[in-house]
């Protein structure tokens, strides 16, 4: 699927792409509240600057993904793979990141609070630097 294609079609009201292949999509700065990306493969796609608040990413392949200035408030990110992830300054406000692999993950200056489980997430080698409680 294509970067268009998925605007367009989230525009029209559809909001399940579960399972989608975004595999190095470009969708900067877009809004796409709420949409559900459920086990969507989203390796090395750039999100940077986009709205994905209350979005479900669940088991989505985020590997190598550029997530700057994301909004990721409320999203539920648990099982998913941010592997060598970008977050800097993204926001995770009530965030859920339940077993979510954070690997070599870039989180600096990242907005947390409330955020569920992260006792569960695994942060090996992940860059925490400036993070920002609210």
């Known amino acids: 699927m294509t970067a268009e294609e998925l605007v367009q079609r989230y525009a029209a009201g559809e909001r399940d792409f579960s399972g989608a292949s975004l595999r190095e999509v470009e969708l900067i700065s877009v809004q796409l509240p709420g949409i559900n990306l459920s086990a969507a493969d989203l390796i090395g796609a750039d999100l940077t600057g986009s709205n994905l608040s209350q979005a479900d990413l669940n088991g989505a392949n985020l590997a190598g993904a550029r997530l700057r200035q994301t909004n990721l408030s409320g999203a539920n990110l648990s099982d998913a793979n941010l592997k060598c992830a970008v977050l800097e300054t993204a926001r995770l406000e009530d965030a859920n990141l339940t077993r979510a692999n954070l690997i070599d993950a ?29």
């Open 106 to 134: 870039n989180l600096t200056y990242c907005v947390f609070s409330q955020l569920r489980h992260p006792i569960l997430t695994e942060l090996r080698q992940v860059i925490l630097t400036q993070l920002r409680q609210v």
